[in-house]
């Protein structure tokens, strides 16, 4: 699957400014629409190391009202959560009706790194996947509206990444040792991507694979995949778009660190 994702697709910086003004402008308004039908949104971002999940999380967030939504940057389960079931602590952050959770990687961690390092019996992996689809789709039969973006580049691209930071005194700090442990298990994770990717690929849950060696092509997929979705749901429920807002359709041809 990954392998057929054109990693080369660029946009300039004039035509993101264009494109991000449009798509910006209508995210603010599609978030007082669904705040107004009651329709809770759910957008989770997985991703390589250095391929830009924190600031796709942060592009969306200027365009927010913050009485409205949360963000939710996932790290290990605490002692608490671990005796509890293991989605229990998403259960806990999931929004309101008519707001926006936000996560910084997520339940699908499960399936990744806790499978990838071993830190789980592969039983538990292998049942984490049932336990996804069910989660998944009962929040959806809830009225919640979920939007899964992967950011992918290539493990060339994300040494040069690494390197770059790396160079600067000030930001070396932000790539670590187990940073780079990881990236020599590149192909591990690759294999633990796709069979995630495969089995998780649902229609109340697909998955949009943002090509994110560029960073300005990244950000606006990812702000006018989730203008679109916002606006299909709404026509769906029979619910009126903004005046103003403009259909993300019109737009779809279209590196920072984590």
Request: charged content about 30%; hydrophobic content about 40%.
């Amino acid at each position: 699957m990954l392998e057929k994702v054109d990693l080369s697709l660029e946009l300039s910086r004039k035509e993101y400014k264009k494109r991000l003004d449009t798509s910006g402008g209508n995210l603010t308004l599609l978030q007082r629409s669904t705040f107004a039908a009651g329709i809770p949104i759910v957008i989770l971002f997985e991703g390589w190391d250095a391929s830009g999940k924190g600031t796709s999380v942060n592009l969306l967030a200027q365009y927010l009202d913050p009485r409205g939504f949360r963000i939710n940057a996932t790290a290990g389960a605490t002692s608490l959560e671990n005796q509890m079931p293991w989605l229990w602590r998403f259960w806990q952050k999931l929004p309101n009706y008519g707001e926006f959770a936000i996560f910084d990687r997520s339940w699908y961690g499960r399936v990744l790194v806790e499978r990838v390092e071993k830190l789980i019996p592969p039983d538990s992996w292998r049942e984490a996947y049932q336990d996804i689809l069910e989660f998944e789709r009962a929040i959806s039969e809830d009225g919640y509206i979920l939007i899964k973006f992967f950011l992918h580049i290539s493990k060339r691209e994300q040494k040069r990444r690494f390197e770059a930071i790396d160079a600067d005194p000030l930001q070396k700090w932000r790539v670590t040792r187990e940073d780079w442990s990881n990236h020599r298990r590149y192909k591990d994770y690759l294999i633990a991507i796709e069979e995630m990717l495969e089995r998780t690929e649902t229609e109340w849950g697909n998955w949009t694979i943002v090509e994110a060696t560029n960073r300005e092509w990244a950000r606006i997929k990812v702000m006018e995949t989730v203008c679109g979705r916002i606006e299909e749901a709404l026509k769906q429920r029979g619910q009126p778009l903004p005046v103003q807002a403009e259909s993300s359709e019109d737009g779809k041809d279209v590196e920072e660190v984590d």
